[in-house]
């Protein structure tokens, strides 16, 4: 009766809710948000520190007491300091034998040193269970519990007990563990809170580049060969008019650019006939950074629509109007509407509209808090079947706007082309290409390449 009751006991909601006591050593501004965050969670929290004196920063219900005392407190013990510490606990590798050791610690530079931190640790106590965890948190996110945009925790350790552990803490704290294996990834996780948004760097050197083009473009052939062939100073379009060329054109490439590289993925398995070889390292680095090349073409297509609503309350413009009024007036004259000006300018208007709604859609559903709430087939119909029908009428907008161009001498300014012809060259090709792509006749070879089949299976080796 006495081992039964006891067994009832152990099993009571009381004793296997209750969380096991954690030890932190290092009393520093992320030692005292992450143990505010776990006494919030339950857990009992003991702080290490070479002054047990109270601090009106330390969370009221955490215990503080000297490293050895609080080491023998608890099984889990984080590491809240920085390496050049580790020292001091050499001499409490007795104490610290046997225990799992959490190294949250983070370098200022990339690979700092040969070994990466929670390493060196485990080469200083070779006793203990070292795993490495929380270094891609911040202090800020813990206390203010804005942690969206950092949720997800890197986990990795030998010993899968005391890694195990750890992930149990990190869920209970609300946040997303992620197994990254043995120890050996520890650099690869102390290096990421050191990359300055790593896959934003090509498609914003792209940007960058493809805007400064487009821009001197404009600059050269509205102000420079204005000025001097027509004696005409019109330096005031670098403020408006120009970005208002600039970016919707940027908006389509870059939307194009999204779609380009699946163009060349069907391609090449068209041509090898499997889907079981890896892509060229570029295409796989340009198929990575579809989302944020998007979110870019996004944020021009946004400053378009901004650059184009405030147009009217321009002094230019005001002055372009009421000097056709006058000129009306003083020749006794009333220009007839021109109704087939009126249906290209109502048209590409329905079209940027259309299109540009379509765009925010794509925006939207690219948000991890909207993406992570559809299924696989519902993000891939939007982004793929209605993201190539934003890039239509995209195309469309540009070509109904700046189509009266294309046949018209004057457009070419010293023999260049407008700007919004070339625009046009790569969402026309990718157009193509995909209206090509979806006949059945390649269409189907290349669905079923997708579902594994091999034209030549000893590729697959």
Known sequence: MNKNSSNTMALTPTTSNKRETVCIFGTGDFGRALGHKMIQSGYPVVYGSRSTQISNLIPKDAEVLSH????????????????????????????????????????????????SNAEYLAQLLPGSKVVKAFNTVSAWALQSGTLDASRQVFVCGDDVEAKQMVMDIVRALGLTPLDKGSLLAAQEIENYPLQLFPMWKFPMFLSLGLTAFFFVYCVVLDIIYTYIYENNNLSFFIAITIPNRVCPVMALI???????????????????????????????????????????????????????????????????????????????????LDHTNAWLSDSYLALGILGYFLFVLLGITSLPSVSNNVNWREFRFVQSKLGYLALILCTAHTMVYGGRWFLNPSAYKWYLPDIYMLSLIIPCAVLVVKFVLVFPCVDKPLTRIRQGWERNPKYSE
């Open 68 to 115: 050895a005392e609080a080491a023998q407190k608890a099984a889990v013990i984080i590491i809240a300091i920085q390496r050049q510490h580790y020292n001091f606990l050499t001499p409490l590798a007795e104490v610290l034998h046997g225990k799992v050791l959490v190294d949250i610690s983070n370098n200022l530079k990339l690979n700092q040193y040969p070994e």
């Open 254 to 336: 870059l939307l194009a650019l999204v779609y380009l590289p699946g163009i060349f993925a069907a391609i090449i398995q068209l041509y090898r006939g499997t889907k079981y070889r890896r892509f060229p390292d570029w295409l796989d680095r340009w198929m990575l950074c579809r989302k944020q090349l998007g979110l870019i073409a996004l944020a021009f297509a946004s400053l378009h629509v901004v650059f184009t609503l405030v147009s009217p309350l321009r002094a230019f413009v005001r002055w372009r109007t009421n000097r056709g009024i006058i000129s009306q007036a003083l020749n006794n004259e009333t220009e007839p």
